[in-house]
T-cell receptor, first 113, second 115 residues
Framework: AQSVTQLDSQVPVFEEAPVELRCNYS??????LFWYVQYPNQGLQLLLK??????LVKGINGFEAEFNKSQTSFHLRKPSVHISDTAEYFC???????????FGTGTRLQVFP | GAGVSQSPSNKVTEKGKDVELRCDPI?????LYWYRQSLGQGLEFLIY????????KSGLPSDRFSAERTGGSVSTLTIQRTQQEDSAVYLC?????????????FGEGSWLTVV
């Protein structure tokens, strides 16, 4: 069965600094990979997803992620964060034959002024 | 509606009581999901409906939990004889359901507190 590991439960960072949120997955078949964001007191919304093609995926709000098949990783990056990026970020995987998403435990990004 | 709608947004119930949580998916979406979000636990898959197919119930934690989807649209998640460990945010989501990798859209959740 597939699973998702987000090693960092919390990532504190100062405003305008770069950030990387790590995500590793395990699956024996081809996968689709997703990052969702949950702002305080709001529902989850899609940041970006990888289905096929270019391994570098760009999403909303200046975020991007790179699919690395050999390392089974899909780390999320932003070159310069803003206070408004403070939120919980969830990595998720679905296997190629199903829409069902399996989520990681989330990483709380806290941006300080 | 424009998005996935869930009700109630907040529910406080006494241990042992039954609760029903409702989800109205985005119009036209054939796939519907229920997830549970507990503090420090991430999002836990509960159940998945796709069109007229038999639902995937593999994530339901016990037989106290059940869900149905009437007419291929609205869904109700029922928790019988609630326990304190059932306290969580219950999230409903929907997608077109036609292709793997479809974007899944989430509602804002129903916060359940069992006292």
């Amino acid at each position: 069965a597939q699973s998702v590991t987000q090693l960092d439960s919390q990532v504190p960072v100062f405003e305008e600094a770069p950030v990387e949120l790590r995500c590793n997955y395990s699956s024996s078949v081809s996968v689709y990979l997703f990052w969702y964001v949950q702002y305080p007191n709001q529902g989850l919304q899609l940041l970006l997803k990888y289905l096929s093609g270019s391994t570098l995926v760009k999403g909303i709000n200046g975020f991007e992620a790179e699919f690395n098949k050999s390392q089974t990783s899909f780390h999320l990056r932003k070159p310069s964060v803003h206070i408004s990026d403070t939120a919980e970020y969830f990595c998720a995987v679905s296997e190629g034959n199903t829409d069902k998403l399996i989520f990681g435990t989330g990483t709380r990004l806290q941006v300080f002024p | 509606g424009a998005g996935v709608s869930q009700s109630p947004s907040n529910k406080v119930t006494e241990k042992g009581k039954d609760v029903e949580l409702r989800c109205d998916p985005i119009s036209g979406h054939t796939a519907l999901y229920w997830y549970r979000q507990s503090l420090g636990q991430g999002l836990e898959f509960l159940i998945y409906f796709q069109g007229n197919s038999a639902p995937d119930k593999s994530g339901l934690p016990s037989d106290r939990f059940s869900a149905e989807r009437t007419g291929g649209s609205v869904s109700t998640l029922t928790i019988q004889r609630t326990q304190q460990e059932d306290s969580a945010v219950y999230l409903c989501a929907s997608s077109f359901g036609g292709s793997p990798g479809d974007t899944i859209y989430f509602g804002e959740g129903s916060w359940l507190t069992v006292v």
